[in-house]
T-cell receptor
């Protein structure tokens, strides 16, 4: 079974609009961490935001926020006021328990339209 | 800039050859991770080293090996290369605590012809 599911292979959004990128995860470990990374066309992986399973509040980093719904095993990334530079591939990822490795979803390609 | 450096940026080689990819972690980070990103398999964890010792192993082929040196830089060795080994290879580093974020280097793009 897929550990991380990103159901939107691609999205087109008008500049300045808010964007929600979907991510659901599957784990039976009560301790886990959820990540979002951005991969622009240049190829590098840029860390955006982290949410721990025991964190009481949703994580926020500037224009990025993580809509964490634990019961639904959902960790959607919200980008407010999108910019042309937000066009990239976005990966949701998870680390379980004391395991160090990160498991990645297949990604969502986001296109911001001028 | 994540602070993680990888060399070379691009590598073109032939089937059957052997290559070495190099990674220098962020200052202060003890853990180094290697990931492979290919079109068909996506991003996959290969192996992790912590302070010179292998800590975790993922989907790493027997033809691949890695090590972490006393100065904490790491090398990933890929041998008997096949066409399917063509991929983007990332190194990431963290302090070593499982709760810590992993910061990725710019990657090495390997093309096997």
């Amino acid at each position: 079974a897929q550990k991380i599911t990103q159901t939107q292979p691609g999205m087109f959004v008008q500049e300045k609009e808010a964007v929600t990128l979907d991510c659901t995860y599957d784990t039976s470990d009560p301790s886990y961490g959820l990540f979002w990374y951005k991969q622009p066309s240049s190829g590098e992986m840029i860390f955006l935001i982290y949410q721990g399973s025991y964190d009481q509040q949703n994580a926020t980093e500037g224009r990025y926020s993580l809509n964490f719904q634990k019961a639904r095993k959902s960790a959607n990334l919200v980008i407010s006021a999108s910019q042309l530079g937000d066009s990239a591939m976005y990966f949701c990822a998870m680390r379980e328990g004391r395991d160090d490795k990160i498991i990645f979803g297949k990604g969502t390609r986001l296109h911001i339209l001028p | 800039d994540s602070g993680v450096t990888q060399t070379p940026k691009h590598l073109i080689t032939a089937t059957g050859q052997r290559v070495t990819l190099r990674c220098s972690p962020r200052s202060g980070d003890l853990s180094v991770y290697w990931y492979q990103q290919s079109l068909d398999q996506g991003l996959q964890f290969l192996i992790q080293y912590y302070n010179g010792e292998e800590r975790a192993k993922g989907n790493i082929l027997e033809r691949f090996s890695a090590q972490q040196f006393p100065d904490l830089h790491s090398e990933l060795n890929l041998s008997s290369l096949e066409l399917g080994d063509s991929a983007l290879y990332f190194c990431a580093s963290s302090v070593g605590n499982p709760q810590e974020t992993q910061y990725f280097g710019p990657g090495t793009r390997l093309l096997v012809l």
